[in-house]
């Protein structure tokens, strides 16, 4: 699988990254499992998880997996601070008492003594940013986090994080963002990170789905726009322009004789300034598809098709 330097770092990471969003819901404990093992053993290091995932269930999960079935120091952990849900409520705190104590529990729950990258999961308004960064600085200094950065910020607010942080030494590494075909709204962040030396890693390359096609025809039963624990996950992206958009995809995949999904991730992987896009599977054939993709490179005027229409 293809490592990839993390922005101007030292750290390399594989550029297909496993993503652990529906442990706990859609994905059952034998399933992640053998998602590791599998992305393990495909040369895959990059995981990314975070408190909020499967209510704390796929940390936890995560930690019994490095403690017995995958050697720890082979994988680069990403979890985050800063967001949970409450009685079903979405609340954000990213204040120094809530980020580091959600820090500590989720070194518990994954039985390490750190995270490779600890990133703070939102913007919050609330809480001056330089508080919340402070939280990320003391988690470098106390050897909880090896790397910081942030998820979800946009590229102002991202440009003004790498900004407070550089001034005490330490490097804002990567900004998580949603990218894909579909959703292209922060590609401004590819820019500043390019610019600043900072990683792009991007979830959702898939469009939460909607561009394996999987939605052409209607809504699966068994998918996640069907499902009670992802209310409204794809409804954005069912739109007649992104179903052209899907049709594009599939004409492309056709005509390179690969599945639809391999096309989009390709196209999200390559962009210039992403380290690594990261997969959700569910099933051992989700992974296997995304890592077979990891070979395809678009010709040139399939990418440059691909942009102009995900631009329209």
Known sequence: MQQRRVGRSGLSVSALGLGTLTWGTAVDHDTAGDLLTAFHAAGGTLVDTAPTYGDGLAELWLGELVTGTVPRADLVIVSKAGLHWHTGERRVDT????????????LQRLRTDYVDVWLAHVWDPQVPLAETLGALEYAVQSGRARYV????????????????????????????????????????????????????????????????????????????????????????????????????????????????????????????????????????????????????????EVRAALDDVSRG
């Open 95 to 106: 204040s120094r008492r809530g980020m580091l104590g959600s820090l500590d529990a989720s």
């Open 149 to 300: 950065g942030v998820s979800n910020y946009r590229a102002w607010q991202t440009a003004r994080a790498y900004s407070l942080l550089e001034q005490a030494r330490i490097p804002l590494m990567v900004n998580e963002i949603e990218h894909s075909l579909v959703e292209r709204g922060m590609d401004d962040v590819l820019d500043a990170g390019l610019d600043l030396g900072f990683g792009v890693f991007g979830w959702a390359p898939l469009g939460r789905g909607v561009l394996t096609g999987k939605y052409r025809h209607g809504i699966p039963a068994d998918s996640r726009a069907a499902s009670t624990n992802f209310p409204g996950f794809q409804s954005r992206f069912l739109t007649d322009r992104r179903r052209g958009l899907v049709e594009a995809v599939h004409t492309a995949a056709r005509g390179l004789d690969v599945p639809a999904a391999a096309v989009a991730l390709a196209w999200a992987r390559d962009r210039e300034g992403m380290s690594a896009v990261l997969s959700g599977p569910r099933t051992l054939g989700h992974l296997q598809g995304a890592i077979e993709a990891d070979s395809l490179s678009l010709p040139g």
